[in-house]
């Protein structure tokens, strides 16, 4: 490996997603989010305002020499500001987070960001899912994706999916309501597949799971997976919690793999998969970190903190090192129960008083 | 690499894109024209799934970004 490979998209977009261990990954993204910083501060002048306040571009900690030390973004500031290291001409597409109160995160990309974003959103699914699509049920409704004032995260989020399907059913109706008989045919016809399902977990939970528990139907599939995402504040204040969630799921709809997955519009493209074990999982394009909610001094694995995602992808915005609102424990690198390679963390919930934003989240 | 019938994938390029068949050229480019966006690329896909009777994977989907190239990746079935 080249060390210019390091930052040539082609090249790292091929590496196996859950297959560079601590010290390759390190030679890897060490390399790229410097370049990154450095590609940030020259194109995005309040990005180079935010380096000149830690101490210019040129300061150890722009140049930095192992990954959990580049200096993370507040997710907030890209509420306040239009943060793009590209010209106005050259956006392609705006994206918005899915708040639910006040000003929502303004995420611009031009075409080779969104291009990127999807080849790496691909190749991670393609790891849980294959490369064959398949038949495929959403639990949303159509015209959630048909919004064209710019497009919402919850959408991205279906439109990003939808690749891996085919044949797809929307199961819940404009009002978001169940549309009985068309999962009922849908279901009835590739009941021997592999269903792909997808959804908010909220959504699935109280508009698909329990609405199908009122009405005392049951299914059995075989092989289905299920990916969700979105957020779990709703699900707790209803106290359910991702056991009770996977047990409702199999008990109405049969043989089901459940993954939940986290991911933002600040950092599309980017996804963090949970596995068989229950540990979300970082690509070899990303990588974590948590703090401290006061000194924000990086904590030690089991500890509980500030969530700082990395990841190698971003270059048309400054977003390659977010500090989240979300609260998690990294629980080990390398050596998860289920083989895969990289750090592995769960979530337990968003700091307090901060705005509800997730895609499950902020529907009502 | 086998021939394939050009007029049969241009013809599900108009009708899924919902374009002229004269801007139906080699050139014509995802995210290029103002009509081939994410939305009309998946309707795109199951034109040319039923029109050919085949199925593609992923990376063919990921791939197709031009008419050009929607001729490769087709001719591989």
Not at chain 1, 48 to 73: F, K, W, Y
Not at chain 1, 272 to 284: A, F, K, N, S, T
Not at chain 1, 330 to 346: N, Q, S, V, W
């Amino acid at each position: 490996m080249q060390i210019d490979d390091y930052n040539n998209a082609a090249v790292f977009s091929q590496f196996p997603v859950y297959g560079l261990n601590s010290a390759e990954k390190q030679a890897f993204l060490q390399q790229r989010l410097n370049w990154l910083t450095h590609h940030h501060a020259t194109h995005c002048p309040e990005y180079a305002r935010l380096l000149t306040c830690i101490g210019e571009v040129n300061s150890p900690m722009c140049n930095i020499e192992h990954i959990d030390q580049v200096p993370p973004v507040a997710a907030r500031l890209f509420k306040d500001y239009g943060l793009k290291s590209i010209k106005d001409e050259e956006v392609f597409r705006l994206m918005r987070s899915s708040g639910t109160s006040g000003r929502q995160s303004q995420i611009y990309l031009d075409a080779d960001s969104a291009k990127l974003q999807s080849q790496i959103l691909v190749k991670t699914l393609q790891h849980w899912l294959g490369k064959q699509r398949r038949p495929m049920l959403i639990i949303d409704a159509k015209e959630t994706m048909q919004n064209k004032n710019g497009m919402s995260a919850r959408a991205a989020g279906l439109q990003g999916m939808s690749f891996f399907g085919r044949n797809h059913c929307y199961a819940l109706d404009e009002n978001m309501q169940l549309r009985i008989d068309e999962v009922k045919s849908f279901i009835e016809q590739y009941h021997n597949q592999q269903i792909f399902i997808f959804g908010f977990t909220f959504i699935v939970w109280q508009q698909f799971i329990q609405a199908l528990q009122s009405l005392g139907l049951k299914f059995n599939l075989q092989q289905a997976i299920l990916i969700h995402g979105g957020g779990w504040k709703k699900m707790q204040q209803q106290a359910v919690d991702d056991k009770t969630f996977k047990q409702q799921i199999n008990a109405q709809l049969g043989d089901v793999s459940v993954h939940d997955y986290y991911g933002m519009v600040e950092q599309t493209g980017t996804i963090y998969m949970q596995c068989e074990h229950g540990h979300l999982h970082c690509p070899v394009w990303s990588d974590v970190v948590v703090r401290d909610i006061n000194s924000l001094a990086q904590l030690k694995n089991g500890q509980q903190g500030l969530l700082q995602v990395n990841s190698a992808l971003p270059t048309s915005y400054p977003g390659h090192s977010i500090l989240t609102e979300d609260l998690a424990v990294i629980h080990g690198e390398d050596d998860c129960p289920c083989g895969r390679l990289g750090k592995y963390f769960t979530l337990h919930g968003r700091v307090p008083n901060s705005q509800v934003r997730g895609c499950s989240d902020t529907f009502s | 690499m086998t021939e394939i019938n050009t007029d049969k994938l241009a013809e599900a390029f108009v009708s899924a894109l919902a374009i002229d068949a004269a801007e139906v050229t080699d050139e014509l480019a995802y995210s290029q024209h103002p009509k081939w966006d994410s939305t009309a690329h998946m309707v795109l896909v199951a034109e040319i799934e039923a029109a050919f009777d085949i199925m593609l994977d992923t990376d063919d989907i990921i791939d197709m970004s031009s008419f050009a190239k929607a001729k490769e990746i087709v001719a591989k079935y």
